[in-house]
């Protein structure tokens, strides 16, 4: 009796021993071995795409200054001209007999007043008479500059260095016979790109931003181009706001009228980031990975969103920061808090 005793008690000794001995192995138990891999963070070019229309950087239209038939009209249109050129004449004859009479007048005026002077300085001519003589001189004076004046308006100039972009009038046509203007000159040493921005873009454009313009009927090279003007009062139909970009023009290949492809470059995006296609699991129709935090050498469960994806990494555009280290390896075998080992 006393041996079976003894017996039971070595009994329950070893199996105390047994439950001691398997507490130890699961609070020792192995942590699973992970491999993670810090996200890259995407910068990426916001773009605006529209379709763009050159005009000239100046439109000058231009009329005579005075009635008459058009004598002669020395342009072409098309043709390039310089600052003070011949454009077009109207019959002078009779601007041309009244600044010779005006003409005459004066001379004649003038000789009186310069024979005069001397008697007057003398003392020999009344005061009264040498005031009309002044007085007639004037007079003359200024009918001789309007007649010239009159004679000059006859000839259309080129106001400035230019192209002759319309040419409406031919000889032989009544000068007030043109509703529009007769000729008309465009500067394009620089031109303008405009195109038709909607309302929920146009407060994106800024003065300076740079754009490409692509001109396919020139090249397949784009042009770099400035936004110059933003209009402020929109298209009452088509809800659009006009904007301009300015655009050097120095060998005048690009023509006022060309159509073109504008790209407008906003300021770069780097809110997204990439991760391997490996870390990104899916449980309930959601999307998630494994962040580690090498402080507490824990990993958590991170829901996230997919912007586009490659053969070996995802863009996601919501979930993850540029900072974060997510699990490539061992994922399938871990959860959400749980310690892991590198």
């Given at each position: 009796m006393?041996m079976?005793?003894?017996?039971?008690?070595?009994l329950?000794f070893?199996?105390?021993?047994?439950?001691?001995?398997s507490?130890n192995e699961?609070?020792?138990?192995?942590?699973e071995?992970?491999e993670v891999?810090s996200?890259?963070s995407?910068?990426?070019?916001?773009?605006?795409?529209?379709?763009?229309l050159v005009?000239?950087?100046?439109?000058?239209?231009?009329?005579?200054?005075?009635?008459?038939?058009v004598e002669?009209v020395?342009?072409?249109?098309?043709e390039?001209?310089?600052?003070?050129?011949?454009?077009?004449?109207i019959?002078?004859s009779?601007?041309r007999?009244?600044?010779?009479?005006?003409?005459?007048?004066?001379?004649?005026a003038?000789?009186?007043?310069d024979?005069?002077?001397?008697?007057?300085?003398s003392?020999?001519?009344?005061?009264?008479?040498?005031v009309?003589?002044?007085?007639?001189?004037q007079?003359?004076k200024?009918?001789?500059?309007?007649a010239?004046?009159?004679?000059d308006?006859c000839?259309?100039?080129?106001?400035?260095?230019?192209f002759v972009?319309?040419?409406?009038?031919?000889?032989?046509?009544?000068?007030?016979?043109?509703?529009?203007?007769?000729i008309?000159?465009?500067?394009?040493d620089?031109?303008?790109?405009?195109?038709?921005?909607p309302?929920k873009e146009?407060?994106q454009?800024k003065?300076?931003?740079?754009?490409?313009?692509?001109?396919s009927a020139?090249?397949?090279?784009p042009?770099?181009?400035?936004i110059?003007?933003?209009?402020?009062?929109a298209?009452q139909i088509?809800?659009?706001?006009d904007?301009?970009?300015i655009?050097?023009?120095k060998?005048?290949?690009?023509?006022?009228g060309?159509?073109?492809?504008?790209?407008?470059n906003?300021?770069?995006?780097?809110e997204?980031?990439?991760v391997?296609?490996?870390a990104?699991?899916?449980?309930n129709n959601?999307?998630y990975?494994?962040?580690?935090d090498a402080?507490?050498?824990?990993?958590?469960?991170?829901?996230?969103?997919?912007?586009?994806l490659?053969?070996?990494t995802i863009?996601?555009?919501?979930?993850?920061?540029?900072?974060?280290?997510?699990?490539?390896?061992?994922?399938h075998?871990?959860s959400?808090?749980?310690k892991v080992?590198?």
């Amino acid at each position: 009796m006393k041996m079976k005793k003894e017996l039971l008690i070595v009994l329950a000794f070893a199996s105390l021993s047994a439950c001691k001995n398997s507490e130890n192995e699961s609070t020792t138990k192995v942590l699973e071995k992970i491999e993670v891999q810090s996200v890259n963070s995407l910068c990426t070019l916001n773009g605006l795409y529209y379709s763009g229309l050159v005009e000239a950087e100046q439109t000058i239209p231009l009329s005579f200054e005075s009635n008459g038939v058009v004598e002669k009209v020395y342009v072409e249109e098309g043709e390039q001209v310089k600052k003070g050129q011949p454009l077009a004449t109207i019959n002078a004859s009779d601007a041309r007999n009244m600044f010779e009479l005006t003409k005459a007048k004066y001379e004649q005026a003038q000789d009186a007043y310069d024979r005069l002077k001397s008697v007057h300085e003398s003392g020999s001519l009344p005061e009264i008479k040498w005031v009309e003589m002044e007085s007639g001189l004037q007079q003359a004076k200024a009918s001789y500059a309007i007649a010239k004046n009159n004679l000059d308006r006859c000839v259309m100039k080129a106001p400035c260095n230019a192209f002759v972009g319309e040419r409406n009038c031919e000889p032989g046509m009544s000068s007030m016979m043109n509703a529009s203007s007769p000729i008309k000159l465009v500067k394009i040493d620089k031109v303008y790109i405009k195109v038709s921005v909607p309302e929920k873009e146009i407060n994106q454009m800024k003065i300076g931003e740079r754009a490409s313009i692509l001109i396919s009927a020139i090249s397949e090279i784009p042009f770099t181009a400035k936004i110059a003007k933003i209009g402020v009062v929109a298209n009452q139909i088509a809800k659009t706001y006009d904007v301009k970009l300015i655009l050097d023009n120095k060998d005048h290949l690009i023509k006022p009228g060309m159509v073109c492809d504008v790209t407008i470059n906003l300021a770069p995006s780097c809110e997204r980031v990439e991760v391997p296609i490996q870390a990104v699991l899916t449980e309930n129709n959601s999307k998630y990975v494994f962040v580690y935090d090498a402080a507490t050498k824990t990993v958590s469960k991170t829901i996230v969103k997919i912007h586009s994806l490659s053969s070996n990494t995802i863009i996601l555009k919501e979930g993850l920061k540029k900072t974060d280290v997510v699990v490539t390896k061992g994922q399938h075998r871990i959860s959400n808090n749980q310690k892991v080992n590198l």
